[in-house]
């Protein structure tokens, strides 16, 4: 499954996106129920809309987008729905460069935002602390990008594998670049 998103992706970053099937039959086709193949979390960044950057249409993906794809326990649930009540055996956490959220948690935003965005990038914080501890501060905040991404696929392993044992679930973790359009397994 991860391999048909990548080929899906390459479409996409290569400029020859299929015509994702958006039809209207397709559409009457799914009033009935879904059985999407995998769930993606990502961002909520408007750059980095899921269906689009995999090639995918409708019924295909089941999408959790929270701003710096952070876990909390709403999140958690719906992906446990998504594998528990879809029986989707991949999910995908996807992190992107230039990631606004990340970036804030980075320059220490928590302490200064009001009210709940500061609770988002105090979920963000373990991985901006995991970023400094790699000391490099040309690309921290790819650094913690990626130790976000790393962290909520421990957790998604952690929390959702008691629910699937034996069923195969695969938790991947991957990076969109903004400029190429690639995704890249972490
Ligand atoms: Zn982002």
């Excluded at 963000?124 to 696929?153: F, H, I, Q, S």
């Amino acid at each position: 499954m991860i391999e048909r998103l990548l080929e899906g992706n390459r479409r996409y970053a290569a400029g020859r996106s299929s015509a994702a099937n958006a039809s209207p039959a397709r559409r009457r086709e799914l009033v009935a129920g879904q059985a999407p193949a995998a769930a993606v979390l990502c961002c909520s960044d408007s750059r980095v809309p899921p269906e689009i950057i995999f090639d995918c249409g409708l019924g295909e993906l089941f999408v959790v987008r929270v701003a710096g794809n952070v876990i909390d326990p709403v999140v958690l649930d719906s992906l446990e729905y998504a594998v528990d009540h879809l029986g989707v055996q991949l999910v995908v956490v996807l992190g992107h460069n230039n990631c606004g959220a990340v970036t804030a948690a980075c320059a220490g935003g928590h302490s200064r935002s009001p009210g709940h965005l500061a609770d988002l990038l105090c979920l963000l914080g373990p991985a901006v602390e995991a970023a400094d501890a790699l000391g490099r501060p040309a690309t921290r905040v790819d650094d913690a990008v990626a130790a976000n991404v790393r962290m909520a696929v421990q957790k998604l392993e952690q929390h959702l594998g008691t629910a699937s044992v034996g069923r195969g679930l695969l938790v991947v973790g991957a990076l969109y670049d903004l400029e190429s359009g690639v995704v890249s397994l972490l």
